[in-house]
Nanobody
Framework: QVQLVESGGGLVQAGGSLRLSCTVS????????MGWFRQAPGKDRDFVAT????????DYADSVKGRFTISKDSAKSTVYLQMNSLKPEDTAIYYC????????????WGQGTQVTVSS
């Protein structure tokens, strides 16, 4: 079992920046990749970004490419999402998730952190 705790959300004006953190604990040795997702009110949960265990592989949703950066600090067991040039449409609850070797999909989720971008 993997436990995930997000932090760093808040209220920011359009054009501003936030950095989200996701601290990972538990059965981490077989985690293949970590992802960030978001869910706006009344909408489905959408993929935002992902990073592989070794940090070499990253991928982003088209809507955040060039503005968001996913990274990891293995020594701190933490995954980050640096969000720049924020827009009101980025407002959502942001979740991190773990994908382990042999799994069919992301299987462990954090509780989420609220990001609100005002215009």
């Amino acid at each position: 079992q993997v436990q995930l705790v997000e932090s760093g959300g808040g209220l920011v004006q359009a054009g501003g920046s936030l950095r989200l953190s996701c601290t990972v604990s538990g059965r981490t040795f077989d985690v293949y990749k970590m992802g960030w997702f978001r869910q706006a009110p009344g909408k489905d949960r959408d993929f935002v970004a992902t990073i592989t265990r070794d940090g070499d592989g990253t991928d982003y949703a088209d809507s955040v490419k060039g503005r968001f950066t996913i990274s990891k600090d293995s020594a701190k067991s933490t995954v980050y999402l640096q969000m720049n040039s924020l827009k009101p449409e980025d407002t959502a609850i942001y979740y991190c998730a773990a994908f382990s070797y042999g799994a069919a999909n992301y299987h462990s989720w954090g509780q989420g952190t609220q990001v609100t971008v005002s215009s």
